[in-house]
């Protein structure tokens, strides 16, 4: 990807940050995503942020046009993330479902659900939640539990998810089930849409140690779902859930963008706390705020490489989780640094104007570092499927015999 903008790239930025300028007071603004408690005020705000955006084609600019989105491409909208990152916009609200519901449903839904449900989608007008994760199975997905039995009038779903960011604020969902138990786990399943007010469906919010209630425990109680409302074949739901998982890792750190407190608030919170430190902690925050900076600009450009695959036809691959992982340490670090900074006022940060956000973001990061999959699943990911290397001999290794079962 060439970092000079084109021509037609110049005239788009201009146009974007003139957009801005004018909408600025209508606009939801952020310090960084994930740190604001989602509340009913909160997330209605980020709705018409988006609705704003969408209506000007600053969301959705890469999808097809058919279905509300700009038909245009990943170097432009590139462009638009930039600028709005520089304005500090808040991060669209639907991003559950930008970055994994909506591809999900593009890649294997019928044409009535892509015209029912994709413009909605990215307007904001109806938020999207991902029904993967089950108390038993996160890491290992396929292991799930919850049951789709199919009878005259649909799909009867039994069963429990967890960890299901905003479904309490959310209309739909994309629910993985098993429905065949006598096949293997990953053969066994299919994916559906779900909507998240029928008889049956309860979600119960789950307070985090950020303080924040994004994630929920979601209860399926006989909630039945018509057989047009399915994802791609019967049995066949891995195959769709991949789609998602790219999509999600692509997302979260495919884009360029930063997760948690954004790398120029490091900078300027580091200046405002350097003339307090003595001669040798002034010298190694100088340095580890360097590091930051540097993984900084190679998270970025990690999404611009993935970004560019996609842009000359590929599809979201294992290499997204190499641009997520990095990301992750990025947020990581930055919130770390930005709270070690505080020093003895760390303790108090929730009552010093503006520094609550170090404490929020680093509580926050390792439940960004768990989605869409954990560092240490990713990584066997890079190694297998990116590197070719042979698979984690923790994982196909037998079991050793204890001393005492070998005699």
């Known amino acids: 990807m060439d970092f000079d903008d084109t021509p037609d790239q110049a005239r788009l930025r201009d146009a974007v940050r003139q957009f801005l300028v004018d909408h600025d007071s209508e606009l939801a603004h952020g310090d960084g995503a994930y740190l604001e408690e989602p509340g009913t005020d909160r997330v209605e705000g980020l709705r018409r942020t988006q609705a704003i955006l969408f209506d000007a084609g600053l969301i959705g ?3 097809p046009k058919d279905y509300g989105g700009g038909g245009g ?4 909208q590139a462009v638009v993330n930039e600028e709005l990152h520089r304005a500090r916009v808040a991060g669209p609200i639907g ?3 930008l970055g994994m519901c909506g591809p999900t449903v593009l890649g294997h839904g019928s044409e009535d659900q892509k015209q029912r449900y994709i413009r909605r989608l990215l307007r904001a007008d109806d938020l999207w939640c991902q029904l ?3 108390p038993g199975s996160g890491s290992d997905l396929a292991a799930l539990r919850t049951k789709a039995v199919r009878h005259d009038d649909g799909w009867h779903i039994q069963g429990q998810k967890v960890w299901t960011t905003l479904a309490q604020h959310s209309r739909y969902g994309i629910l993985l089930a098993r429905t065949n138990p006598e096949a293997q786990k990953h053969r066994g399943l299919t994916m559906f849409v779900v909507d998240m007010e029928s008889p049956g469906v309860t979600v119960r919010p789950l307070r985090q140690m950020n303080g924040h209630q994004s994630f929920n425990e979601v209860f399926l109680d006989d909630v039945v779902i018509d057989d047009s409302e399915r994802l791609g074949d019967v049995d066949d739901g891995w195959r769709v859930a991949l789609t998602t998982l790219m999509s999600e890792r692509m997302a979260v750190g495919g884009g360029g963008g930063e997760l948690g407190v954004r790398s120029d608030a490091l900078v300027a919170h580091a200046a405002s706390r350097l003339p307090q430190l003595s001669d040798d902690r002034r010298r190694l925050t100088i340095e580890a705020l360097g590091r930051v900076l540097v993984e ?24 997204a989780s190499a641009g997520k992982l990095t990301a992750v340490r990025v947020a990581h670090a930055t919130a770390d640094l930005g709270q070690r900074l505080l020093g003895d006022e760390a303790v108090l940060a929730r009552s010093v ?7 929020t973001s680093q509580a926050s990061t390792p439940g960004i570092a768990l989605a869409g999959g954990a560092d240490e699943i990713l990584r066997n990911i890079l190694g297998e499927r990116v590197l070719g290397l042979p698979p984690d001999s923790a994982r196909v290794a037998p ?3 204890p001393p005492s079962e070998s005699r």
């Not at 600009?297 to 979201?316: D, F, H, N, W």
Request: aromatic share 12%.
């Open 399 to 401: 079991r050793p015999t």
């Open 296 to 319: 900084s600009l190679a998270a970025r450009y990690t999404g611009y490489r993935l970004q560019t695959s996609v842009e000359r036809g590929g599809r979201p691959g294992p290499e």
């Open 132 to 134: 993967f994760s089950e």
């Open 353 to 359: 104007e503006g520094d609550w956000r170090w404490a």
């Open 61 to 63: 600019l890469t999808w």
């Open 95 to 97: 991003h559950v479902g």
């Open 73 to 76: 491409t990943n170097a432009q």
